[in-house]
């Protein structure tokens, strides 16, 4: 075989292996970003950015839900326009006023930037649960691995083991 001849089926081949390791995005899919399911008449539990400040609350940027998530990173939907992509991501400003009214001990969803627009899965510090129910902060998606408890009217920092590392959540 000649050089080109092997110089040729290399580059083919490194082609076929990138086309097969990096699939193409479907033209249709687009993205839109959230950071809460819930409003200022709900009760809910925030996952915070940062940890806890000294004096026992969080003033950070956060996720509020009030339904069990299945991935702290969103989901998928498909619609007639293509698939839809919801991804969490932390924010700080609530223009509904969410804060010491609805979470314990004076917690807020504000702060500096730090953390704001960042994908909530795998960057959490601590919660806050206003919620009338406990909800559980898991290791892996789908309730999977280790968790954590937060019971209602609590504010806790993560445990090592799921600080920064958390990717779903369930409504006890």
């Given amino acids: 075989m000649s050089r080109r001849t092997i ?7 490194t082609a076929a292996l990138a086309a097969v390791l990096v699939p193409a995005s479907p033209a249709n899919a687009y ?12 009760s809910c539990l925030a996952i915070f950015y940062n940890s806890m400040q000294n004096i026992g ?43 010491s009214s609805s ?3 004076g917690s807020k969803c504000q702060g500096a930037e730090d953390g ?13 649960n206003g919620d009338s129910r406990s909800h559980r902060i898991f290791y892996y998606s789908n309730q999977q691995g280790t968790y954590q408890t ?10 090592a083991a799921l600080k920064n590392e958390n990717a779903s959540s369930a409504r006890l």
């Fill in 7 to 13: 110089l040729g089926a290399a580059a083919t081949a």
């Fill in 31 to 42: 993205v839109t970003y959230t950071d809460s399911h819930c409003s200022s008449t709900t």
């Fill in 57 to 99: 609350i969080f003033v950070s940027p956060c996720f509020t839900t009030n339904r069990t998530e299945d991935s702290h990173l969103g989901y998928d939907y498909l619609t007639s326009s293509g698939v839809q992509e919801v991804r969490y991501q932390f924010n700080y400003g609530y223009g509904f006023g969410y804060g």
């Fill in 103 to 105: 979470l314990p001990n």
């Fill in 116 to 128: 704001s627009g960042f994908s909530v899965k795998n960057n959490a510090a601590g919660a806050s």
């Fill in 150 to 159: 937060i019971e209602s009217g609590h504010n806790e920092n993560l445990i």
